[in-house]
């Protein structure tokens, strides 16, 4: 995919990237904008899969009832009522998801015939929970039996209700809020009204148990207490009927006794007439707050959340696999990377060209003059001022390094250093400098091809000839001069001018004019560029956006460095963005 270049802030470096400006609002948009399509494509992706999960999956219903449970007497300290009052609430809670309540709202309900009910598997939550109790209770379940096909399935019905129950405690009230799902909003609410009369029903049930079996044994203590109090009175009346009266500290213990027989007596006989009411009339530890009533709306799927969390999550799915690409990718889209990575400036941007029909009609000079481009008027526009940016930028460097022999030397074959030495070679001629573009390419010699018919003089006639080079010097009567590469065999420019014996030296050329541009070979093809490199004042790189590579970009500048070579920067061409 052809990405546009993108500048991001990288980590900054010890050298002169260090004083890079950072990420901006403007960068931070071109690399959105660059990554678009990308982008966009995740976030339509991860929207349909919301869309159709929406589409897909049945409508659940949830309602809710709410009970309030007896609360402990106010006669308990406070911090020992609230301990009471969570202990009350957990343990009804567990009682209202326990067995013996679903069973009854599974009967009451006839769910093992519903089919939202019906299953061969249970839910995940209670799979989870079975899985981690089968250690523990291998032991205990080892002389039971499997269950039958109907208890079997009865229990996965219990289990696919307490899935769909929620139940939880209003805040710090005794307020218990039961909760259930279902597709059908009506079945909704009666499942949780049918839970809560379950729980109620079964709490009376228990109370009248209770009851029962506390009459039980207080009718019994009643018996043996009522044989006490008879005992106590007739010892009182044989005691007093026995003719001695005299004593009446005994007299006045048998009365004690039996007093306390017969308070003891009627204590007990309130409290089994108590449980005998209890019995016949058990009351609740719980009354309804509100019953479950039918949902109007469905509960889930919420298909505007869900769209819209699926939107954000696409967006940044997007973002973050853009931005890894971009450091991943390792071809050359940013202009500020090349700064802050090979540690060498980028001193400007060429425009990217629209290429067409037009292209292979036009002649070598229209190809050089407008650096390959053709098709639309305004691209040729944006080629020319990225060219004069360039040129402005190159006259202050030459300014502050005093560089006047300047080389260019590609990255690749077809990064476009000809053309750009070439309008860089005009442009200055055209501002009223005395020019030299000198053509030292001996694998792809353009310049010579295009301009050198009919010229007597090349480089590699100079160098060998002091005669040729005065001829040369005394020809040259206009501000931009071409100097081809001549003729050669076996020895290239870069061989001749690294034997060092040769017939001039670019300090003389440099007294003849104000600039000199060497077109040197790119760096994979011949080692040209290393020979030919420490001779000049400097040397400027060009790579082609989106097809030369960080890694070769900074072999190069290794390779030019390790001979000596003054770098001025790195010119990255075939940007297809117009700078604004």
């Not at 009832?65 to 308990?76: F, H, Y």
């Not at 971009?326 to 060498?344: K, P």
């Not at 420019?493 to 014996?501: A, M, N, Q, T, V």
Request: glycine share 6%; charged share 20%; net charge neutral.
């Amino acid at each position: 995919m052809y990405n546009p270049p993108v500048s991001l802030a990288y980590p900054a470096s010890s050298g002169p990237a260090a004083r890079e400006k950072p990420l901006d609002i403007r960068q931070l948009f071109r690399f959105l904008l660059s990554n678009g399509l990308l982008i966009s494509a995740l976030t339509a992706l991860f929207v349909a899969i919301a869309v159709i999960y929406v589409s897909i999956t049945p409508p659940t219903y949830v309602s809710s009832a709410q009970l309030m449970l007896e609360s402990q007497k106010a006669t308990a300290a406070d911090a020992q009522r609230t301990l009471a009052e969570e202990s009350l609430v957990e343990g009804q809670m567990e009682i209202m998801k326990s067995g013996g309540v679903l069973t009854a709202v599974v009967d009451s309900m006839d769910l093992s015939s519903d089919a939202e009910f019906q299953s061969d598997h249970l839910p995940i939550a209670d799979t989870v929970r079975s899985m981690l109790s089968d250690h523990a209770s291998t032991s205990e379940t080892a002389g039971t039996t499997d269950p039958s096909p109907e208890d079997a399935q009865d229990n996965y019905t219990i289990a696919t209700l307490r899935s769909r129950l929620w139940i939880r405690r209003v805040g710090q009230s005794t307020v218990i809020e039961i909760s259930a799902a279902s597709s059908d909003p009506r079945k909704a609410a009666l499942i949780a009204n049918a839970v809560s009369e379950q729980y109620i029903a079964q709490n009376v049930q228990m109370k009248s148990q209770a009851a029962l079996q506390s009459s039980e044994w207080l009718a019994q203590r009643v018996a043996n207490l009522q044989e006490a109090v008879f005992d106590a009175d007739r010892a009182v009346m044989k005691f007093q009927s026995s003719g001695e009266p005299g004593s009446q500290f005994k007299l006045t213990e048998l009365k004690s006794v039996a007093e306390t027989q017969h308070r003891l007596y009627e204590t007990y006989l309130q409290s089994w007439s108590e449980a005998k009411q209890r019995i016949s009339y058990p009351v609740s530890d719980a009354t309804f707050v509100s019953r479950a009533t039918v949902p109007v709306a469905k509960s889930q799927p919420k298909s505007l959340l869900l769209i819209a969390f699926a939107l954000i999550l696409g967006l940044t799915a997007g973002v973050v696999v853009a931005i890894a690409r971009h450091f991943g990718n390792r071809l050359i889209t940013s202009a500020h990377r090349i700064t802050t990575e090979i540690d060498v400036p980028c001193i400007g941007e060429v425009a990217q060209a629209n290429r067409g029909k037009a292209k292979q009609k036009a002649s070598q000079v229209e190809l050089l003059q407008t650096g390959d481009l053709a098709g639309k008027p305004d691209t040729r526009e944006w080629f020319d001022r990225d060219m004069r940016d360039l040129r402005a930028t190159l006259g202050g460097l030459r300014r502050s390094r005093k560089a006047n022999l300047i080389g260019l030397v590609g990255t690749e074959a077809k990064a476009g250093a000809t053309t750009l030495a070439y309008n860089l070679a005009r442009l200055a001629a055209a501002s009223g400098s005395k020019t030299l573009l000198i053509d030292a390419s001996a694998t792809n010699p353009t310049l010579s091809q295009t301009f050198g018919e009919g010229r007597a003089v090349g480089l590699m006639d100079v160098l060998n000839d002091p005669r040729a080079y005065t001829d040369f010097i005394s020809r040259v009567d206009k501000r931009f001069t071409i100097l081809p590469i001549g003729s050669f065999r076996d020895v290239t420019p870069g061989e001749r001018i690294g034997s060092e014996r040769i017939a001039f030296s670019f300090a003389d050329l440099k007294e003849r004019f104000d600039l000199i541009l060497v077109d040197l070979p790119s760096m994979p093809e011949s080692s040209d560029a290393k020979s030919i490199a420490p001779h000049l004042d400097g040397s400027l790189i060009v790579a082609r956006y989106g097809r030369s590579s960080f890694d070769t970009l900074a072999e190069i500048v290794n390779a030019l460095r390790e001979v000596g070579a003054d770098i001025l920067g790195v010119v990255l061409n075939g940007s297809p963005h117009r700078k604004n």
